[in-house]
């Protein structure tokens, strides 16, 4: 098929996940700092509530929100409302 | 320098002379109308204008105020973009319905009274339905008709609450209306219903994605703005449309993971960003409200955006299941570049427009859960950062890894046209101005701004938040768990009509229609066999009694025949001689007497 494209090599696939993870990881790291220097009041921390300052807590919920999602809209909802393409044609 | 030419106006009879241009300047005509309606916009002075007394009724046709100057503004600017878009089709219908389409919402959002308001709300329906039909698919046709059933309903519920409202207070003036009596609960609903409230939202998620490709991007931009206009106008600060709103964010992004349609996927997630707005509108606190608003602005951009990207993967591979397609980033790079601006965009990045909006009705949900009373609003925060994390996953990731990446469906096709990568590009351009320097947006807001969204904080929690969500989907997809789309249709509320409505007509009609023949069969039977008694029974009763005299008589056999023929006709057909009538008719006289004499003796 002509061209080599960026994605048709894994190698470029894994560097890419490589990439993602790692920043994923600095997140975390960052997020570490953070506490540490609004606690040291070196920088201010605009909250709204208690739990916004536990470690990873925007991590956490994003995570976990994101599997519920897909959890509850496969095992659930789709047995529930999956029909054929033409249900409602006859 | 100031001008007062109606916005709706410049739309609408612009549009009627388009199908007399031809070739380069019918495009250049299409893209003057919206120019020359931003301009005739920016010198328009705020307050009343065209006040006509109509029928006895105090009509003001154009109100201009902050609120919907800023509608007006981003009308303007899709209008504009859309059309550049659809420049290639060379369809007349949709042109024309897109203009007609577009005029009316400005109508709406500039209407001084209930009046012109419910006109102009009508005649959005007549547009986009219009543009459902301009695809000639039968599916279109059939989705256009239950669109049309729907929005005429809610048209007539709107109609009237208006009317009951003008009969209680006697005045057409648009007011903030709060949720007490009759009229007040039919404008709610009627607005709701253009509003995709959850279960009455299916004409969206239905009708959205059978429409052309340039009919979509209008769709997506008018009805459902007008609407949260509207609530923005007459109920804000009304608490249930908190739960409402919050409603919406939810449920769609969980019937987004499953659907097959892309842009159905995109239809989903278009009710899930209207119930941001919704919630800001019910919060009713200045913040929540201009963050409804900038959401608004923001929406029509992004979420056009999004739809012009797949209308393009759709204009040239013909498909747009994502069981079809995949790999197009090779073929379509642009494409796929300005699909993941608004991609990032809806899903809130920092630098994208989504950033500055949606988290300004967050913060009002945190500050008003800090009221006595309105402790419940924690939730509203926690189900709307839910929604966030959710929006991300469909339409922030979903949406281009299925098209562009994920397995090469081996489409191998041209880039999208000139055009379209230009609509696209103005798009995504304004996309990332508003998200890197938001300053002009919120200048434009109904309230004064005093919100920062570029804090260490925001933007930290924001992108974890993301990430996050990226990264659930990265672990799902390798481990195999995540949902494999699968070419099926999913039920939503549409079902009610759809195949429920279906169904108990079905049921009336074995049930109700031989009850309704066995009835009619008993009423024919007996009033036909009255009749073909009645018809000769004058006839054969003289013939009974003549009978008798004419055997005395010595009448037989042929003679008798003739006889009692004769008499048959005479009496049937009324031509007895009058000399017999009458010695009849005094015969009956004198039986009746001798009746009344014996009686009386």
Same mark, same amino acid.
């Given at each position: 098929m002509g061209k080599k494209h960026i994605f048709d090599d894994p190698r470029n696939v894994k560097r890419l996940l490589k990439i993602f993870f790692s920043f994923v990881?600095?997140?975390?790291?960052?997020?570490?700092?953070?506490?540490?220097?609004?606690?040291?009041?070196?920088?201010?921390?605009?909250?709204?509530?208690?739990?916004?300052?536990?470690?990873?807590?925007?991590?956490?919920?994003?995570?976990?929100?994101?599997?519920?999602?897909?959890?509850?809209?496969?095992?659930?909802l789709r047995p529930l409302v999956k029909r054929r393409e033409d249900y409602y044609d006859n | 320098m100031t001008t007062n030419i109606l916005p709706a106006f410049i739309f609408m009879i612009g549009s009627l002379l388009i199908p007399f241009f031809r070739g380069r300047a019918k495009s250049i005509y299409m893209m003057a109308i919206p120019v020359a309606g931003f301009l005739?916009?920016?010198?328009?002075?705020?307050?009343?204008?065209?006040?006509?007394?109509?029928?006895?009724?105090?009509?003001?046709?154009?109100?201009?105020?902050r609120l919907n100057l800023l509608f007006g503004y981003i009308y303007h600017i899709i209008s504009l973009i859309t059309v550049i878009y659809i420049l290639n089709f060379k369809n007349n219908v949709e042109y024309v319905a897109g203009f007609m389409y577009a005029g009316a919402a400005l109508g709406v959002v500039f209407a001084g009274d209930f009046f012109s308001f419910f006109v102009?709300?009508?005649?959005?329906?007549?547009?986009?339905?219009?543009?459902?039909?301009?695809?000639?698919?039968?599916s279109a046709q059939a989705a256009g008709y239950r669109y049309l059933l729907v929005h005429v309903f809610g048209g007539l519920v709107l109609f009237s609450g208006i009317v009951l409202h003008f009969n209680q207070t006697g005045s057409l003036e648009l007011v903030k209306i709060s949720?007490?009596?009759?009229?007040?609960?039919?404008?709610?609903?009627?607005?709701?219903?253009?509003?995709?409230?959850?279960?009455?939202?299916?004409?969206?998620?239905?009708?959205?994605?059978?429409?052309?490709i340039g009919g979509t991007v209008f769709l997506s931009a008018f009805t459902t703005k007008t609407a949260v206009y509207a609530l923005a106008r007459f109920f804000p600060g009304t608490e249930i449309l908190i739960w409402i709103g919050v409603g919406m964010a939810a449920f769609p992004i969980f019937y987004a993971v499953i659907e097959n349609d892309l842009r159905r996927v995109l239809a989903y997630s278009?009710?899930?960003?209207?119930?941001?707005?919704?919630?800001?509108?019910?919060?009713?606190?200045?913040?929540?409200?201009?963050?409804?608003?900038?959401?608004?602005?923001?929406?029509?951009l992004f979420k056009g955006l999004l739809f012009m990207s797949m209308g393009a993967v759709m204009y040239r591979t013909g498909k747009i299941k994502a069981t079809d397609l995949g790999g197009l980033y090779k073929s379509m790079p642009w494409t796929t570049l300005f699909c993941c601006v608004g991609a990032a965009s809806i899903s809130a990045f920092p630098l994208f427009s989504g950033f500055v909006s949606k988290s300004?009705?967050?913060?009002?949900?945190?500050?008003? %859960?800090?009221?006595?009373?309105?402790?419940?609003? $924690?939730?509203?925060? *926690?189900? !709307?950062? =839910?929604?966030? /994390?959710?929006?991300?996953?469909?339409?922030?990731?979903?949406?281009?890894?299925?098209?562009?990446?994920?397995?090469?469906?081996?489409?191998?096709?041209?880039?999208?046209?000139?055009?379209?990568?230009?609509?696209?590009?103005?798009?995504?351009?304004?996309c990332i101005f508003i998200g890197v320097y938001p300053k002009p947006l919120y200048s434009i807001l109904p309230f004064p701004v005093d919100y920062h969204p570029y804090t260490i904080s925001h933007v930290l929690s924001q992108t974890e938040l993301l990430f996050f969500s990226a990264l659930a989907f990265t672990l799902l997809l390798l481990a195999g768990i995540y949902p494999s789309?699968?070419?099926?249709?999913?039920?939503?509320?549409?079902?009610?009509?759809?195949?429920?409505?279906?169904?108990?007509?079905?049921?009336?009609?074995?049930?109700?229609?031989?009850?309704? %023949?066995?009835?009619?069969?008993?009423?024919?039977? $007996?009033?036909?066999? *009255?009749? !073909?008694? =009645?018809?000769? /029974?004058?006839?054969?009763?003289?013939?009974?009694?003549?009978?008798n005299f004419w055997l005395l008589a010595g009448y037989r056999d042929k003679r008798l025949e003739i006889k009692k023929n004769r008499l048959y006709n005479d009496i049937s057909q009324g031509t007895l001689s009058i000399g017999i009538a009458a010695a009849v008719a005094v015969s009956f006289i004198l039986l009746v007497l001798i009746i009344i004499y014996f009686k009386e003796a």
């Open positions: 990881i600095i997140l975390l790291i960052l997020d570490v700092l953070y506490i540490f220097l609004s606690k040291a009041h070196v920088i201010h921390r605009h909250i709204n509530y208690k739990w916004e300052e536990f470690f990873g807590f925007y991590a956490f919920f994003g995570f976990v929100a994101c599997v519920i999602l897909v959890l509850v809209s496969k095992y659930i | 005739n916009l920016l010198y328009l002075p705020t307050g009343d204008h065209y006040l006509v007394n109509f029928a006895g009724l105090e009509l003001v046709l154009l109100h201009v105020d102009f709300w009508e005649m959005l329906t007549i547009g986009s339905v219009m543009l459902i039909w301009a695809r000639k698919t039968k949720l007490s009596g009759i009229s007040s609960y039919l404008i709610f609903l009627g607005i709701g219903i253009n509003c995709a409230w959850p279960i009455l939202h299916p004409w969206l998620t239905d009708a959205y994605p059978e429409s052309t278009l009710i899930n960003q209207v119930g941001f707005m919704v919630v800001g509108i019910g919060i009713g606190t200045q913040l929540s409200i201009n963050g409804a608003c900038a959401h608004a602005f923001n929406d029509v300004m009705v967050m913060a009002a949900a945190a500050k008003g %859960s800090y009221l006595p009373g309105q402790a419940s609003y $924690v939730i509203v925060w *926690l189900i !709307l950062l =839910f929604a966030s /994390a959710g929006v991300f996953h469909h339409a922030g990731i979903k949406i281009p890894f299925f098209a562009f990446f994920g397995h090469d469906a081996g489409h191998r096709v041209k880039e999208a046209p000139k055009n379209m990568l230009i609509a696209m590009g103005i798009a995504a351009f304004l789309e699968i070419r099926a249709l999913n039920l939503d509320a549409d079902w009610i009509y759809r195949k429920l409505g279906k169904q108990i007509y079905r049921t009336l009609d074995k049930g109700l229609n031989p009850l309704n %023949s066995f009835c009619e069969s008993i009423v024919r039977g $007996v009033t036909t066999g *009255l009749a !073909l008694f =009645f018809r000769d /029974a004058a006839a054969k009763l003289s013939l009974f009694v003549a009978v």
